[in-house]
């Protein structure tokens, strides 16, 4: 009888790992870039595991500085994807004041903001801002943000 040694299979996540490193790999330079597609794609599991919470604070930690211009334009459009799945049935707010950087927001009782989640800005969940100082609020239902 001869025992023959297999070789452990990586994992469809280890693989998609490797994928997005290999895409987003040009020099030794590159670790914000991957971090980033690591990011989203944990945040997309998480999405998929029904998990919106989760998945939206993933995005709180996100370093964009680095990040290309398509970079921060693919991390928005899946951060707002993210936003008005979970906040679907409330009135939220959606502030965006450059690209690759938002924040969603729900009206309070006494007329400021409550940020809720954001994406490349300093502020933390549950932060009260008044409405006065944010030009470009929109509403974040369909064809409200953009």
Known sequence: MTA?????????EELVDRIIDAVFEDDATTPPRASLARG??????LRQSGDLDAA??????????SATEGERRWAY???????????RDEQMFSYSPTTGHSAVLTPQA?????VRAVLGM???RGKRVSRR???GLKPLGKGGAS
């Open 4 to 12: 023959t040694a297999t070789a452990t299979r990586p994992t469809l």
């Open 40 to 45: 989203i794609h944990e945040a997309r599991c």
């Open 56 to 65: 939206l604070s993933v995005f709180a930690g996100l370093e964009l500085f």
């Open 77 to 87: 459009a899946v951060f707002l994807d993210l936003a008005r799945r979970r906040f």
């Open 110 to 114: 006494d007329g400021t903001l409550e």
């Open 122 to 124: 300093r502020w933390h």
């Open 133 to 135: 100082s944010l030009r």
